[in-house]
């Protein structure tokens, strides 16, 4: 029960912080804040950052379905994404990666060069087969 009252308030800033293009530090500092704590709980207690960013990475796919992204879009991509290298998670960023394909030649940022390349590293060996 202790937990939560410290979890809920890491998760409703770092929610907040998504909600405006201007909040991205704020972002950072609430995401890293949620890592450290789950990083430092006993194994016995599962606090998965995965299965918590996922809800909002689809929000962002959908979002991508028919826009492109926006810079600030891109760099909380480059951030998140990271956790997702070596996950279990590759259909879903496979269907993410056609999401985002679209937009590649429209979309002038240098950080989507970035988010491509750590799509390819969670994508790994399902690209070689």
Known sequence: MD???LI????????????????????????????????ALPPTIDINIHKIMLPI???????????????NMLRFLEIVLKEFVGSDYRSFFADFALKLAPHVQSCFYEELNSVIQILFEILGTMLDT
Do not use: C
């Open 3 to 5: 937990l939560y009252m």
């Open 8 to 39: 809920n308030p890491v998760l409703f800033w770092m929610n907040y912080s998504i909600e405006s293009n201007d909040r991205l530090p704020l972002f950072k500092t609430a995401f890293k804040a949620l890592k450290d704590v789950s990083l």
């Open 57 to 71: 990475l689809q929000r962002v796919g959908s979002h991508l379905s028919y826009s492109p992204p926006t810079l």
